[in-house]
């Protein structure tokens, strides 16, 4: 017998952590704040980076209970692709030098809206991005929760300035995740276009040589990552099933 435990509260799953037929298997799926480039402050490649360094993702760990690990790459650990020198690394110190180069200033009252599922783990993300963000910026963040479908179509309207979601490999391949975010891909709620990326996400797409086809990753995503900061990824999660003993030789990829 094998449950999956894909719908269940983090506080079962806390339960579970020591039962010896609890298994973690690879998921490929990385959760992610998106920046909607359409208003002020977060058309504004300061604010964008001020709040990526302002979260401390390790945190994630302490109220979230299905084995996820915290990430600053979008392509996620165990694919071709992953880097863990990529990303903007937790500094709250260059996270206000981001701030006051961004013109924002958290004291005049304005609150920025975080648009989210009203799913359980997404709300306590979300509570804890809200937390992280007023102590280390002052940032008052309004959280709107939504049932999914309704959440879906606000993303897709661009109604609200930041989301939490995630994208999960339909093929193991990087260029299943950095597709998402060229300019023509009906998945970018971004309001974000950038024609080098592009360039670089279509080359290596075609290109045979995996090293070549490594480093115009590496490159791309820095673009997005790092130099744009245009989505902040947070976590990669597996895949939790309970397996009995007598199950052998059982392989989930």
Same mark, same amino acid.
């Given at each position: 017998?094998?449950?999956?435990?894909?719908? &269940?509260?983090?506080?079962?799953?806390?339960?579970?952590?020591?039962?010896?037929?609890?298994?973690?298997?690879?998921?490929?799926? !990385?959760?992610?704040?998106? /920046?909607?480039?359409? !208003?002020?402050?977060? #058309?504004?490649?300061?604010?964008?980076?001020?709040?990526?360094?302002?979260?401390?993702?390790?945190?994630?760990?302490?109220?979230?209970?299905?084995?996820?690990?915290?990430?600053?790459? /979008?392509?996620?650990?165990?694919?071709?692709?992953?880097?863990?020198?990529?990303?903007?690394?937790?500094?709250?110190? $260059?996270?206000?030098?981001?701030?006051?180069?961004?013109? /924002?200033?958290?004291?005049?009252?304005?609150?920025?809206?975080?648009?989210?599922?009203?799913?359980?783990?997404?709300?306590? +993300?979300?509570?804890?991005?809200?937390?992280?963000?007023?102590?280390?910026?002052?940032?008052?963040?309004?959280?709107?929760?939504?049932?999914? #479908?309704?959440?879906? %179509?606000?993303?897709?309207?661009?109604?609200?300035?930041?989301?939490?979601?995630?994208?999960?490999?339909?093929?193991?391949?990087?260029?299943?995740?950095?597709?998402? /975010?060229?300019?023509?891909?009906?998945?970018?709620? $971004?309001?974000?276009?950038?024609?080098?990326?592009?360039?670089? *996400?279509?080359? %290596?797409?075609?290109?045979?040589?995996?090293?070549?086809?490594?480093? $115009?990753?590496?490159?791309?995503?820095?673009?997005? *990552?790092?130099?744009?900061?245009?989505?902040?990824? $947070?976590?990669?999660?597996?895949?939790?099933?309970?397996?009995?003993?007598? +199950?052998?030789?059982?392989? &989930?990829?």
């Amino acid at each position: 017998k094998i449950d999956f435990l894909t719908d &269940i509260s983090s506080l079962d799953l806390k339960r579970l952590q020591s039962r010896p037929d609890l298994h973690r298997f690879p998921y490929l799926k !990385t959760g992610y704040v998106g /920046f909607v480039l359409n !208003t002020f402050p977060l #058309k504004n490649v300061h604010f964008r980076k001020a709040v990526a360094h302002a979260v401390d993702k390790k945190r994630i760990r302490e109220f979230l209970y299905g084995e996820q690990s915290p990430t600053n790459s /979008f392509v996620p650990e165990g694919m071709f692709g992953f880097n863990r020198e990529i990303g903007l690394n937790y500094d709250p110190d $260059l996270a206000k030098k981001e701030l006051k180069l961004s013109g /924002f200033n958290p004291q005049a009252g304005n609150k920025i809206d975080l648009v989210v599922p009203n799913w359980e783990k997404t709300l306590t +993300v979300a509570q804890f991005l809200q937390a992280e963000l007023k102590k280390n910026l002052g940032i008052e963040i309004n959280i709107q929760a939504f049932d999914h #479908k309704t959440f879906r %179509a606000q993303i897709a309207l661009y109604s609200f300035p930041m989301f939490i979601s995630s994208w999960s490999a339909d093929y193991p391949d990087p260029d299943n995740f950095m597709s998402v /975010f060229l300019s023509m891909s009906g998945n970018n709620r $971004l309001m974000w276009k950038n024609s080098e990326y592009d360039a670089k *996400v279509l080359l %290596a797409r075609s290109n045979q040589n995996s090293k070549a086809r490594e480093r $115009l990753y590496d490159q791309s995503q820095k673009i997005l *990552v790092e130099e744009e900061a245009v989505i902040m990824p $947070l976590y990669n999660e597996p895949i939790l099933a309970l397996i009995q003993p007598r +199950v052998k030789d059982l392989e &989930i990829n």
